[in-house]
């Protein structure tokens, strides 16, 4: 019995030597993943992926390789399955792990390799004629000086010297033709390397995560991150079919990824939140109202594109050229600019969000790729509007109400009506006014003319004061077979100085602001109806002056 216990101590304390062992080896396992869903912001977007991985007894280190280089290391969370501890969570850049090149990529630049080895056989080949034609011309000395040549002898050799140097700029002349090919075909190739912002030697990062678990267990991690250079702009697509008809809005919008990873097939959400938000209790600050600008001019929308915010990393520009050949070659590198530029817009403090039922591929090459999100049928009224002293057309407008309550971002809307595109437009969410107006173009079914009726257009001179009348008719009609809703606008003159006067003889009951000059007549027309309107004022100015009573445009026009 004395000798069995011994033996029986030895037993445990291997065991136990073991056990400890087990429990503080560290496994290590590097895990590939695509990418399975993506938010995206209007600039960034959050990245998840999940793998299942076997864990064994004690501590585990999953190593999550091939992962974007502009992840931000703040934003990353990651939760496991199987009631295992998560211990530490570290991320690092890998300079030495070159990503996977699509198959594309790869012939392209094998064809980069062709064309150069081909243009440096050409090169060598024209220096070796170069270098003979040089020999020969150093040499075209036959005979001594003392000693003449025969003359069949000189014309032998100079039959010889016109022969091969003939051959020799006729085979130089070949390869300059080659060259000139090979070369245009080799900036063709880069350029579209450059189109599918093909770089080289890219890193990636990488994230591990130190797992502890008490057995053997399958566990499925699921991680998250938060990636820069990626966003999605609105843009929207408005379809008029007819005056009684609702207007048809196609919500889209354009996705770019710019983050150096693929996403293939993945489900997709946008939204309109701001990731970059302090996790802080937010702190109520004074609302002050103002006035909101009136947007005079909502269907010419002129782009103010800024430069990239300050927070953009400095990876989403060009900062090589595609390959090196281009130094040895002709072709330039392309010049260093921002791929994406950014414009400020204004949306609501509540964030919406919209999920994308589709999956959708997105190669990270910065192009904007469209997202259909959803479509609406929105109630409109449709009133026409003409100016004929500025245009003889008559335009259609369409009155857009309930799109407040659409979560729309501000952003570019194309027009279109009766299946045409009639132009662009612009969606100001910022408006507090609850009618959204659009102009769908002009209508040629709706007449307007505007005549100047000339036995009422007289030029008086009374003492020392001249006296000017002008008198016009405008017409219009509605030709469409539809009652319409028109508003007709014109003007008279406003005097700015003391002794001239302006006096409205007939104005056919406008509605008329003193202030601007402005006139407008709005009629209800019914199909085929006629509406005449008569416009008359006078103007009384010293005869010692000129007044301008005529409104002049400025054009271009050729000079010769």
């Not at 949306?347 to 609406?376: G, H, M, N, Q, R």
């Not at 709005?522 to 199909?527: D, F, G, H, T």
């Amino acid at each position: 019995m004395k000798k069995i216990k011994p033996i029986l101590t030895v037993i445990l304390t291997v065991c136990f030597a073991i056990t400890v062992s087990s429990q503080t080896t560290e496994t290590n396992q590097d895990v590939s993943t695509p990418i399975q869903s993506v938010i995206i912001y209007l600039y960034g977007a959050q990245v998840n992926q999940n793998k299942t991985v076997t864990l064994n007894p004690g501590r585990n280190r999953i190593t999550f390789i091939g992962l974007s280089p502009k992840l931000d290391s703040k934003s990353i969370q990651v939760s496991a399955s199987g009631g295992v501890a998560i211990l530490a969570i570290s991320d690092a850049i890998n300079y030495m792990a070159n990503q996977k090149e699509s198959n594309k990529i790869k012939q392209l630049k094998d064809s980069v390799t062709i064309l150069t080895d081909g243009i440096n056989q050409h090169n060598n080949d024209r220096d070796a004629y170069i270098t003979e034609k040089n020999m020969l011309l150093k040499n075209e000395s036959i005979g001594g000086q003392d000693k003449g040549v025969a003359i069949a002898e000189l014309k032998l050799a100079a039959d010889f010297y016109r022969a091969r140097i003939k051959e020799i700029n006729s085979e130089i002349s070949k390869l300059d033709k080659k060259n000139s090919s090979l070369q245009q075909s080799l900036t063709n190739v880069n350029q579209q390397l450059y189109e599918l912002n093909a770089k080289n030697n890219q890193p990636t990062a990488e994230i591990s995560v130190l797992i502890s678990s008490t057995s053997k267990i399958s566990s499925t991690i699921d991680l998250k991150y938060l990636v820069s250079d990626a966003g999605w702009a609105p843009s929207y697509d408005l379809h008029a079919e007819d005056i009684n008809l609702p207007i048809e809005l196609k919500y889209r919008a354009k996705v770019f990824n710019n983050t150096g990873i693929d996403w293939n097939d993945v489900k997709l959400k946008l939204s309109t939140a701001d990731p970059s938000k302090s996790a802080s209790k937010p702190e109520l600050l004074p609302w002050d109202l103002t006035y909101v600008a009136a947007q005079k001019n909502r269907n010419v929308y002129a782009k103010q594109k800024s430069a990239a915010p300050a927070y953009q990393s400095g990876e989403g520009y060009m900062q090589n050229s595609i390959s090196e050949v281009d130094a040895k070659f002709t072709l330039s590198a392309k010049p260093v600019k921002p791929i994406v530029n950014f414009v400020e817009i204004e949306i609501a403090e509540l964030s919406a969000e919209f999920e994308i039922k589709t999956p959708y591929t997105f190669p990270s090459d910065s192009k904007p790729y469209i997202v259909d999100v959803t479509e609406y049928k929105l109630p409109a009224t449709f009133q026409h509007f003409s100016a004929p002293k500025l245009d003889r057309d008559a335009f259609l407008l369409a009155r857009i109400t309930g799109w407040e309550d659409l979560d729309l971002v501000e952003g570019e809307a194309n027009v279109y009506y009766g299946g045409t595109f009639v132009g662009q437009s612009y969606i100001y969410t910022r408006s507090v006014d609850d009618t959204l107006d659009l102009s769908l173009g002009r209508d040629n079914k709706v007449l307007v003319t505007r005549s100047k009726v000339k036995e009422f257009n007289t030029k008086k001179y009374i003492g020392a004061t001249t006296k000017e009348t002008f008198a016009y008719e405008m017409v219009v009609k509605n030709n469409r077979k539809t009652p319409i809703q028109i508003e007709v606008e014109d003007q008279l003159p406003i005097s700015t100085q003391s002794d001239v006067t302006v006096d409205a003889i007939e104005i056919s009951k406008a509605e008329y602001d003193a202030k601007t000059g402005k006139l407008v007549w709005k009629y209800n027309l019914q199909p085929g109806e006629i509406k005449k309107i008569e416009l008359s004022f006078s103007v009384k100015y010293p005869k010692s002056s000129k007044i301008n009573t005529q409104k002049y445009r400025t054009v271009s026009s050729p000079s010769f």
